[in-house]
């Protein structure tokens, strides 16, 4: 059974301070997504991480990816209190397919303290 | 990003109506959509497939007569929950695919439905 697991589940953090969430998965997916939900809201892409070893930034967030140990990381720096949110990792139910059907983990969800 | 929409955004109905959802994408065409389900503070589940001009394929454990859908033209697609029942009660979620070089989803803003 495909499984995606995160961790931690549920994170409180000071301002300023820095942080990673962990996204593990079980099959061979050489893809993997991070997605951000808002209370309430849906869902915003953030990453698309398309093979081993890659690396992507966009502000205060870096995510990157290790398909040899199923692996995604998801670093938070300085944290700010916009930063707040729930955070999902994704990879293809089917690998390197464009079914569309994705695997969601259980979702980090992020508290950022002033 | 790409856009997509979803109407209605919350809907509250009696137990046994039938409840109408639709997704439409607004700035591309996609012969593929998805729809999710989403309970408080749980993940999203994929719930089916919808393919325009086709029928849509159901995740094991999902009723095809509970949850219709039709995929109507390349930018709807249209979830009816089937005699609602409070355990329906739900956040659905839509989704598409714009790039087919990848899988990234662009997810609609979703329904939030109440099965009284």
């Known amino acids: 059974e495909l499984k995606v697991e995160q961790n931690p589940l549920f994170l409180s953090m000071q301002e300023g301070k820095n942080y990673t969430i962990y996204c593990n998965y079980s099959t061979t997916s050489d893809r993997l997504y991070w997605y951000r939900q808002d209370p309430g809201k849906s869902l915003e892409s953030l990453f698309v991480?398309?093979?081993?070893?890659a690396v992507k930034q966009e502000g205060r967030l870096m995510a990157s990816l290790d398909t040899k140990a199923r692996l995604s990381t998801l670093h938070i720096t300085a944290a700010v209190h916009d930063l707040s949110a729930t955070y999902f990792c994704?990879?293809?139910?089917?690998?390197?397919?464009?079914?569309?059907?994705?695997?969601f983990g259980q979702g980090t969800t992020l508290q950022v303290k002033p | 990003g790409a856009v997509v929409s979803q109407h209605p955004s919350r809907v509250i109905c009696k137990s046994g109506t039938s409840v109408k959802i639709e997704c439409r994408s607004l700035d591309f065409q996609a012969t593929t959509m998805f729809w999710y389900r989403q309970f408080p503070k749980q993940s999203l589940m994929l719930m089916a497939t919808s393919n325009e001009g086709s029928k849509a394929t159901y995740e094991q454990g999902v009723e095809k007569d509970k949850f219709l859908i039709n995929h109507a033209s390349l930018t709807l697609s249209t979830l009816t929950v089937t005699s609602a029942h409070p355990e329906d009660s739900s956040f659905y979620i839509c989704s598409a695919n714009r790039d087919p070089g990848t899988n990234e989803q662009f997810f609609g803003p979703g329904t939030r439905l109440t099965v009284l």
């Open positions: 991480l398309l093979s081993n070893g």
């Open positions: 994704a990879v293809d139910k089917v690998r390197s397919s464009n079914t569309g059907k994705l695997i």
